[in-house]
């Protein structure tokens, strides 16, 4: 099993920015594809940016402004957050998928190639 554990969340102004961490176990770790996804009030659960061994994705709405990275000797994943929002307000989720060769958003962003995720943690962007 993998367990995944976020860091990083909080309450800033819009404008500001956060770094989210995500830590994993497992020895495999760089050959998973991680993601984070984020889940608004009353909103479905939106995958937001993704990485693994093709390259990084993100949803249109972030691209310019959110970075997704890795440390694979630290095991960890980043979010690097600048110029939020109102709107990228939501709990943030990080999960991994370890049994895929898939590639590209249309793939990457399917909560369904992922089989662990974290329990997330609270992003709240005041205007």
């Known amino acids: 099993q993998v367990q995944l554990v976020e860091f990083g969340g909080g309450l800033v102004q819009a404008g500001a920015s956060l770094r989210l961490s995500c830590a994993a176990s497992?020895?495999?770790?760089?050959?998973?594809?991680m993601g984070w996804f984020r889940q608004a009030p009353g909103k479905e659960r939106e995958t937001v940016a993704a990485i693994n061994w093709s390259g990084t994705y993100y949803v249109d709405s972030v691209k310019g402004r959110f970075t997704i990275s890795r440390d694979n000797a630290k095991n960890t994943v980043y979010l690097q957050m600048n110029s939020l929002k109102p709107e990228d307000t939501a709990v943030y989720y990080c999960a991994a998928g370890v049994s895929s060769s898939l590639y590209s958003w249309t793939s990457l962003r399917q909560s369904s190639i992922y089989d662990y995720w974290g329990r997330g943690t609270q992003v709240t962007v005041s205007s």
């Open positions: 497992g020895r495999t770790f760089s050959s998973y594809t």
